[in-house]
């Protein structure tokens, strides 16, 4: 009866992603030198999502010269909640964008599972929280399952908690069952 007991939550809306891929975009682009400041290209929801996010320079060598002064270096969200080391992946030729960017997420900088467990676990004992990681990157796209040791605080959590205050400020929970387990073991 695990999969009974299972909960699907989503907590943060692609506005919101969009506005926080942004915002470490910008941050990025100021490292670079004046003559060859950025384009910002972001992606398709689904790569957005992952955290991914596209760089559009004036020349291949101010695109080559970008990816080695980025790579590795460590940057921090204007707001100070994202913060980690930045991954720079040379685009294809065919691709709009010279380079790919993003930031590693250490899971300890995540505020999201203290926030589950915050408001999760009034409603009944919390077996298990899996956020969904992006595997290039360690990325919170905002989605988690919860599992709870009984299959009635399952139901009750999408009950009353379902379009409450997500700890990103503007966006509310979505909160449904999940049959299958959700893939927590």
Partial sequence: RAADSCVYVCYIDIATMRHRVVDLAQRVRELLPEDSRSQIELPPAPRLRTG???LRLPTDVQAVEAQSVLQSQDVTSSCGTLQGELLVERADEDERVDIWCS???PAEHDPAVDFIHRVFGPIGPVDAVHILRDKS???????AFVRYADPADATRAVLQLD?????VRGVDLWV?????????A
């Fill in 163 to 167: 379009g409450t205050p997500s700890h």
């Fill in 137 to 143: 990157n360690g990325w919170d796209p905002g989605q």
């Fill in 103 to 105: 930031v590693r997420i």
């Fill in 176 to 184: 449904s069952g999940r049959s299958g387990g959700g893939g927590i």
């Fill in 52 to 54: 991914w996010w596209g």
